[in-house]
T-cell receptor, first 110, second 113 residues
Framework: DAKTTQPPSMDCAEGRAANLPCNHS???????VYWYRQIHSQGPQYIIH???NNETNEMASLIITEDRKSSTLILPHATLRDTAVYYC???????????FGGGTRLMVKP | NAGVTQTPKFRILKIGQSMTLQCTQDMNHNYMYWYRQDPGMGLKLIYY???????DKGEVPNGYNVSRSTTEDFPLRLELAAPSQTSVYFC????????????FGPGTRLTVT
């Protein structure tokens, strides 16, 4: 299984874009990059996923490098409610068991 | 849809007691999972099920048992509670192996003293 590396913590000013990096240099060709977040001990929440192309939904954008060895989750206009731990996970599919590492603790400040 | 529901929300057990954590999903999902999360750590998989009657161990199964008699329900049993089982327990589900989202319940906070 591809391992991921994320910074343990990041700060972001409210209203600014939050860019959360993830390294996954051993990713296989059929593995997707998933992002989940966990707000204050609630159950994790799916945000977005991608294989090769950049993806955008109502919550965030996902930028995957051409060699697929790293990616960035972008929250375009961070709010205080986006304060959470963000997990980058690499898997063939969500039916496959998810492995949650330490994640990045994002603190959005006023 | 209620999604994934878990009961109870909180529970305090004495060492050696037993209990069952309940998990129900109303989305007709085949795959269900139990995770535990210790303070400041990521989630670890305890058990999972790919359909009614089929269960398998995850990363940390010792001290737990599961059953899956229906598609909707996936209870987790603690037989002899130990302080090391103090944790937050999350249940999750997904429809199929190739689907892209796991849906999580709100969690059960368990303290064993």
């Amino acid at each position: 299984d591809a391992k991921t590396t994320q910074p343990p913590s990041m700060d972001c000013a409210e209203g600014r874009a939050a860019n959360l990096p993830c390294n996954h240099s051993t990713i296989s060709g059929n593995e997707y990059v998933y992002w989940y977040r966990q707000i204050h001990s609630q159950g994790p929440q799916y945000i977005i996923h991608g294989l090769k192309n950049n993806e955008t939904n109502e919550m965030a954008s996902l930028i995957i490098t051409e060699d697929r060895k790293s990616s960035t989750l972008i929250l375009p206009h961070a709010t205080l409610r986006d304060t959470a731990v963000y997990y980058c996970i690499v898997r063939v599919g969500a039916g496959n068991m998810l492995t949650f590492g330490g994640g990045t603790r994002l603190m959005v400040k006023p | 849809n209620a999604g994934v529901t878990q009961t109870p929300k909180f529970r305090i057990l004495k060492i050696g007691q037993s209990m069952t954590l309940q998990c129900t999903q109303d989305m007709n999902h085949n795959y269900m999972y139990w995770y535990r999360q210790d303070p400041g750590m990521g989630l670890k998989l305890i058990y999972y099920s790919v359909g009614a009657g089929i269960t398998d161990k995850g990363e940390v199964p010792n001290g737990y048992n599961v059953s899956r008699s229906t598609t909707e329900d996936f209870p987790l049993r603690l037989e002899l509670a130990a302080p090391s089982q103090t944790s937050v327990y999350f249940c999750a589900s997904t429809r199929a192996w190739r689907d892209h989202e796991q849906y999580f319940g709100p969690g059960t906070r368990l303290t064993v003293t």
